[in-house]
Structure formats: structure tokens, C-alpha cells
């Protein structure tokens, strides 16, 4: 985790934008010493973005997994999976 002053923000961006490309984790930038906004390079944010999203997905299944809902057998999954690729 790297911790910056707004101050390196607005003196020295380049060296707070290569820091973000390089370790592709988030910098938290400090203004009067408190935490004030996060920076991170777009690259980072995208796959952060992804995973949660990803994670999220997971979640849900495993919610319907154990309500009971969306559940399939061995043999439902073979048949659905059959239907659709057998046209290919």
C-alpha cells in the first residue's frame, strides 16, 4: 500500500502515475494528513472491476446453489449442454 500527500499529487504527477502503472495496486492520497481519495492506473481498476464482478457471480450461484433454486442434475446439464452445442 503506498500513501501519498495531495501535495506529490499536484507537485509531481508523473512520478504518482508511474508508481500506480508499476505496482498496479492502489495509492491513497492524504490531504492535512487524513485520508482524502485513492489512485490507481486504469489497467488495475479494470481488473479489480472484473474480479469483483466475478465474485459477485459466484455469490449469487452459490446463494441459488443452497435455496434450492437453479439446480440441475448431472444428467439436466449434459442434455442443455447437448441442445445447445449440437448445432455447431
Not at 502503472?21 to 492502489?26: I, L, R
Not at 495509492?27 to 479489480?48: H, L, P
Request: proline share 1%; hydrophobic share 35%.
Amino acid at each position: 500500500m503506498q500513501i501519498k500527500s495531495s501535495t506529490a499529487l499536484r507537485n509531481d504527477y508523473s512520478m504518482i502515475s508511474n508508481l500506480a502503472h508499476q505496482t498496479a495496486e492502489p495509492i491513497y492520497i492524504t490531504k492535512n494528513g487524513e485520508g482524502d481519495v485513492v489512485v490507481m492506473s486504469i489497467d488495475a481498476f479494470e481488473q479489480r472491476e472484473k474480479m469483483l464482478e466475478h465474485r459477485a457471480k459466484i455469490l449469487e450461484a452459490e446463494l441459488l446453489r443452497l435455496s434450492g433454486e437453479s439446480t440441475y442434475s448431472v444428467d439436466e446439464v449434459r442434455n442443455r449442454l447437448k441442445e445447445k452445442y449440437s448445432h455447431v
